[in-house]
């Protein structure tokens, strides 16, 4: 056991460690089916990764990330955030961001996805080629797709459109409720920065807009354009 594992299982609450699996949907059939809990919360894992991520070898990543406690590969994937961003200021980051590929297949609930995805992957594509992000979306796997979609929230920070929409039309038919979300909270945030482009999107699709994706995408906008876009 490394010492980031034996800093969290100091933290470990009984209570959260009981609650944790039934909200992050742990049990048979479900998207997280088979995962296992410490019980500690975010912060005291953000504070860990803080404490001791500048000391940390590569090797302390990779075990963290092939636990079977959700704890651990979160803290792990705040880990890689924290030394990918410390490595950009000297063009180092490569080396973490295939890291975060080697071991994609252990980001594996939406939490995971949704603390990463956007900082590794979307900050390295930037200015680079992101077609990888086509072939994520297009995958069979729920995980992949979610990375897809959550890699264009450092794009639309910048300003840029055009792959989220693009994405979101590849997942506009998804069958997951946790793909609609991830979709409509994408719309959200590009409809804060270029609205008009936003809602000729979702007029453009409408027939076609999961529930839950269309209430997540419109939730900022006043009232009456909400209910336009309910009904129509």
């Known amino acids: ?18 609650f944790f ?16 809990f410490l019980g500690v919360i975010v912060p005291e ?38 030394k990918f961003i410390a490595a950009k200021k000297l063009a180092t980051e490569k080396e ?36 990888i992000l086509y072939s994520f979306a297009r995958d069979k796997n729920l995980w992949l797709n979610r990375i897809a979609m959550l890699s264009t929230f450092h794009f ?7 792959d989220a929409l693009q994405i979101a039309e590849i997942l506009l038919p998804h069958s997951h409720d946790l793909i609609h979300k991830a979709v409509g909270w994408m ?10 482009l936003i809602e000729a999107f979702i007029k453009k699709h409408i027939a ?5 994706a269309l209430r997540y995408a419109i939730e900022k906008m006043d009232e009456q354009k909400r209910k336009q876009f309910l009904h129509a």
């Open 1 to 18: 056991m490394n010492i980031i594992q034996k800093e969290l299982r100091k933290k470990i609450n009984k209570e959260k460690a009981a």
């Open 21 to 36: 699996p039934r909200f992050f949907k742990s049990g048979n059939g479900q998207y997280g089916e088979g995962d296992k």
């Open 45 to 82: 894992q953000r504070a860990i990764a803080k404490k001791f991520y500048q000391d940390v070898e590569k090797e302390t990543i990779i075990e963290l990330l092939d636990s079977p406690y959700h704890e651990d590969r979160l803290t792990g994937l705040f880990i890689l955030n924290l």
């Open 96 to 131: 973490w961001f295939d890291l975060y590929l080697k071991k994609i297949n252990r980001v594996n609930n939406w939490d995971l996805v949704d603390s990463s995805a956007y900082i590794i992957i979307g900050q390295w594509l930037e200015n680079k080629d992101r077609s």
């Open 156 to 162: 639309i920070k910048q300003g840029e459109m055009e």
């Open 187 to 196: 719309l959200r945030e590009a409809w804060k920065r270029k609205p008009a």
């Open 208 to 212: 076609i807009f999961p529930r839950t």
